[in-house]
Structure formats: C-alpha cells, structure tokens
C-alpha cells in the first residue's frame, strides 16, 4: 500500500510512529532485515525522521533487531553458497551493515576460505591441466569473492595430481 507523505506529515506523531511501527513488523514479518535496511524501506515508504527513529527504537527494545544476527546468517549462507571473504563483505555491505560488525562477520567467513575454494574446484567441469584452465579457475574463485592469494594455493593444489612436473 502506498503512503501518502503528505498526508502521514498531517497525522500526530505518536499516529505517524504506530504506523511506521506496523510497517516493520509487517516487513520483518517477509524476511529478517538489518537497521539500515529497515530505516531505507520506512523512508521509501513516507515515513520521515522521528516516526523512523521511534519505531526503530521500539523494535530494538522489543528485540526484533539484530544486525549482528542479520550478520551471521548472511555469512552462514555466503559459505554455504562457496563465496569468499569479499563477496561476504560486499553481501554485508549492501545490507547496510558495515564498520566493526562487517569485518568480524567477513573474518569469520575467512576461516576454512581455501577448503572451501578447493571444494569449488573440485566441481570444475574440466581438469586443470595448461595454463588456460588454470587461468579461468583462477578467475572464477577471484569472482566468488576469493583473495587471490587464495585462489593462487587452490588452483595449484587442485592442478598437482595432473601436474607432469613441467612448471
């Protein structure tokens, strides 16, 4: 439903703040959210200053936000979906999460990074036997968010068992 600003500027600020209220929670409702997140869609939606930081406030306290939760599980997905640390802070990034919270959840998602790219390439459709393939192994790992520093240990080591010892 869209929310004429001029007319939620007319109602009482306690009524503008319910209303914001409600839009959460229905929001919340859809799927988890991050602050920012919840404070860009009350915007989008009519809802300005007070009405937003009170109806944030009231969600705090009630417990229903959680950005370091919102944090976790985006890392917990990004690892299941094989993405590397900076995907992970990209991901965290555009949920509005970033500063402290962003850089532990990323280093968090760093622990296991090279099992977890040699797993990736363990699926590659074509063994890793001359330079072009490896080049395009690298890549796609480097895209996936993988350090190059990462995706150098888990081309190498995905390519020793066809290596001919001629590198």
């Not at 950005?67 to 555009?94: F, K, S, Y």
């Amino acid at each position: 439903m869209k929310r004429d600003p001029q007319a939620l500027a007319l109602l009482p600020p306690e009524e503008q703040a319910r209303r914001a209220l409600a839009t959460a929670f229905g929001a919340l409702a859809r799927r988890p959210r991050s602050q920012a997140e919840l404070g860009v869609l009350l915007g989008r939606k009519g809802f300005v200053g007070d009405a937003v930081e009170r109806a944030l406030e009231r969600l705090r306290e009630l417990g229903y936000l959680d950005d370091r939760a919102i944090a976790d599980a985006a890392v917990r997905t990004a690892v299941r979906r094989g993405l590397g640390r900076r995907r992970v802070e990209q991901l965290l990034a555009r949920r509005g999460l970033s500063g402290e919270l962003a850089r532990e959840a990323a280093a968090r998602s760093a622990e296991g990074e090279l099992e977890r790219a040699r797993r990736l390439l363990s699926r590659f459709p074509t063994p890793l036997e001359d330079v072009r393939t490896k080049g395009r192994a690298f890549r796609f790992l480097v895209a996936r968010g993988f350090p190059g520093r990462v995706a150098d240990q888990a081309v190498r080591s995905a390519a020793e068992p066809w290596s001919d010892g001629d590198e």
